[in-house]
């Protein structure tokens, strides 16, 4: 019972900080249930990146039962070259494992609730992603352990977690944990040795501050078709730990490009205005593939050049991949060449950005 505790309460709050103090990359202990000392691990203030990495019972197992009933539902699971990433079939347990009712009753219920819906797009799903991320240190979701544990979650929902919790803590949970503690330890270094300037180099070409409060970013098994996504207001970062893509400098690369979405408002605020006054449709996605294509290329500029002792910092995204593979191509053209334009110095961020939508 004592695994059974601890992977319930199974809570990691980690900063990435830039102080000189926090040299080493700290690795969390698999199945603690404490926060770390983060006395020696708190940046200084000011405007560099900060991400705050957590791996969460709730956020993981919510995601775990939407992809597989999206499975179930034959929706999309993954797009792009990652796309074998995720096998089409379910997880399945023996008919007479225990849980196996609960866990097929959850399957069901999130088929008939959620697998249809957009993790990103549908606002109440970002909101009860939100919550769930909030109860990281609860071991229910009803408040039954203490108030602050009762969730507000539709009490169907809560009853369905709760029973499927006890299948997944035995079934599933350890390996995703320890996935996600490796994914953050892994990426620890890089985040400190680059992190600071190239939050820096993108604050400045959105002419946006870094967010004061750290990022939350959590590490689930599966983050959407995309290995990952941002929900706003609260800024909220999810990224697959499993998906292959997600790994080394993409990695790296991918929590940077998320972490972008918080500052980069500046650049659809313009787009929005440019379309409104042309009379034409609002490229949804162009937003994304800006900051996409910017994050590449400031990787590509404050990496260091001959990185001896981390070589994986060095690599750039190839940012054309990174596009087509998220149906974005046609965008390369006018992101060359009128945003890079701009983050050459050779005309300001509204002309660029007007141009590049006069061009599109
Ligand atoms: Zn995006």
């Not at 009762?150 to 949970?173: F, T």
């Not at 260091?304 to 593979?325: F, I, K, M, R």
Request: proline share 5%; net charge negative; charged share 15%.
């Amino acid at each position: 019972m004592k695994f059974h505790h601890a992977a319930l309460v199974c809570w990691l709050f980690f900063w990435i900080g830039l102080s000189a103090a926090s040299s080493n990359a700290q690795t969390p202990e698999a199945g603690s249930g404490s926060s770390l000392s983060l006395a020696n691990r708190l940046a200084p203030a000011g405007t560099q990146p900060q991400f705050q990495f957590h791996s969460g019972f709730w956020v993981n197992l919510h995601h775990f039962l939407y992809l597989q009933a999206r499975i179930q539902s034959h929706e999309l699971t993954r797009v792009g070259a990652a796309a074998s990433n995720y096998s089409a079939q379910a997880v399945t347990l023996p008919a007479n494992a225990p849980g196996a009712a609960d866990w097929a009753r959850a399957v069901d219920y999130y088929v008939k609730t959620f697998a249809n819906r957009d993790l990103w797009v549908d606002l109440s799903m970002g909101m009860i992603n939100d919550r769930l991320g909030e109860m990281d240190r609860c071991t229910d979701l009803s408040g039954k352990s203490s108030p602050t544990c009762a969730s507000g979650l539709r009490p169907e929902m809560i009853d369905v977690l709760e029973r499927a919790a006890s299948v997944y803590r035995v079934q599933w949970w350890p390996a995703h944990d320890a996935k996600n503690r490796g994914w953050i330890a892994a990426q620890a270094p890089p985040v400190r040795q680059i992190g600071a300037r190239l939050g820096e180099a993108l604050s400045n070409a959105y002419r946006t501050p870094w967010p004061a409060e750290p990022i939350r970013v959590d590490l689930v098994y599966y983050a959407s078709p995309f290995g990952s996504y941002t929900t706003l207001d609260p800024v909220h970062v999810m990224l697959s730990s499993e998906d292959a893509s997600n790994q080394g400098p993409l990695g790296l690369e991918l929590l940077f490009y998320e972490g972008s979405h918080a500052i980069g408002g500046s650049v659809e605020d313009v787009i929005v205005r440019e379309c409104h006054t042309r009379g034409i449709p609002i490229p949804r996605d162009l937003w994304h593939a800006l900051l996409f294509y910017t994050t590449a290329k400031m990787i590509g500029r404050v990496a260091p050049a001959n990185a001896d002792d981390d070589a994986s910092v060095a690599v750039a995204h190839n940012y054309a991949t990174g596009l087509n593979e998220r149906g974005w191509q046609g965008y390369q053209r006018v992101l060359e060449v009128y945003w890079q334009d701009y983050l050459n110095g050779r005309t300001d961020f509204e002309r660029a950005l007007t141009a590049l939508v006069a061009n599109l």
